[in-house]
């Protein structure tokens, strides 16, 4: 019975999907390729070896989703699909809640019509908003600070009410820090439109030629260098803990919350100079404003899915540079 990936062919989707082929695992995919390529699809066959179904549909369409579960014996569901630059989001709230929050249970009613219990769902650790501490467990108190994060602690919301109101699904919250990255094969990786809204598709576009230099935001904040620090995962890594997210979900019911992060905190300049270091390649880059909303410090402690899942993240910071630019230097314009 496969496992319906929803927005299979975005970033972090299309890595997922290429370690559940390797698993072993069926896969149903869904995208509306609202921010991804059909080109995807094609390198996820090729790196995994197999074929899987596709279905070009969006999840607001009750139709669409209705023919897919009715064609297929889904027997559980990652969710990924959603809007999610966080910038995009201030200036485009409502586009956010509709989009996020009904395209979510528009797929939960599909589910529950045709019995299917599980969900894996893609969350974000801006459902904590400004931490008062670091590092960040699970039962922190959580305050999104804009309309993506406000999406992302809804539909947790959401989900944790659907399994109170009926106690046969399982469900697992996966609260994902920066994600970094890419294949080794360099044929799939992070592929933004337009200009990047992350720290690391931005440096290797410079890197390449696409940019001139790259704007860091803010030197005055309170950490080793002034640049602010994040929990940088390479994609492999949080790939493969949907991989054991789901084998969570499929052993029985309840909701259950995992940070998936490093648990150590790199500044803007700490990547930077990683980055420069790994490829030889030199990084111009200018202190510009913050940008609003942005904190000084944001990571995981990750103790909790190593202890419940048995994952912890094994690639580091050399790694996730060294591949991001195998990536983009491999593919210049992407996937175009």
Not at 214 to 228: I, P
Request: some cysteine; overall charge negative.
């Amino acid at each position: 019975m496969p496992v319906l990936v929803t927005g299979g062919a975005g970033y972090i989707g299309s890595h997922t999907c290429v370690e559940l082929l390797n698993a072993g695992y069926d896969i149903v995919v869904v995208d509306n390729f609202s921010n991804s390529k059909p080109e995807v699809l094609n390198r996820i066959k090729e790196i995994a070896g197999r074929d899987f179904k596709f279905y070009a549909a969006d999840l607001l369409d009750r139709n669409g989703l209705e023919r897919i579960f009715s064609e297929n014996c889904i027997e559980a569901v990652i969710h990924f699909a959603g809007l999610k630059a966080v910038g995009e989001s201030v200036s485009i709230p409502l586009k956010y809640y509709y989009n996020n929050i009904t395209g979510t249970i528009e797929l939960c009613e599909a589910m529950a019509r045709h019995g299917v219990k599980k969900i894996v769902f893609s969350s974000s650790a801006t459902v904590y908003g400004n931490p008062k501490s670091v590092p960040i467990k699970e039962d922190f108190p959580l305050g999104p600070t804009n309309p993506y994060g406000r999406t992302k602690y809804m539909i947790e919301e959401i989900l944790k009410d659907l399994y109170v109101s009926d106690n046969e699904w399982g469900v697992v919250l996966l609260r994902y820090f920066n994600p970094i990255g890419a294949h080794e094969s360099g044929r799939i990786g992070e592929d933004p439109n337009g200009i990047p809204n992350n720290l690391m598709p931005y440096i290797t576009q410079v890197a390449v030629g696409k940019m001139d230099k790259l704007n860091v935001f803010g030197n005055d904040y309170n950490t080793h260098d002034g640049t602010g620090v994040r929990d940088y995962i390479h994609v492999i890594d949080l790939a493969k803990g949907h991989l054991k997210a789901l084998e969570k979900v499929m052993r029985g019911s309840g909701v259950d919350i995992y940070n998936l992060g490093t648990g150590t905190g790199y500044s803007v300049l700490d990547v930077v100079k990683t980055f420069e270091k790994v490829t030889g390649q030199v990084i111009p880059y200018v202190i510009t404003d913050r940008r609003p909303g942005d904190i000084d410090m944001c990571y995981a402690d990750p103790s909790k899915a190593f202890d419940e899942l048995g994952w912890k993240a094994e690639k580091d910071l050399e790694d996730m540079c060294r591949d991001s630019w195998n990536w983009q230097k491999n593919n210049p314009n992407g996937y175009e």
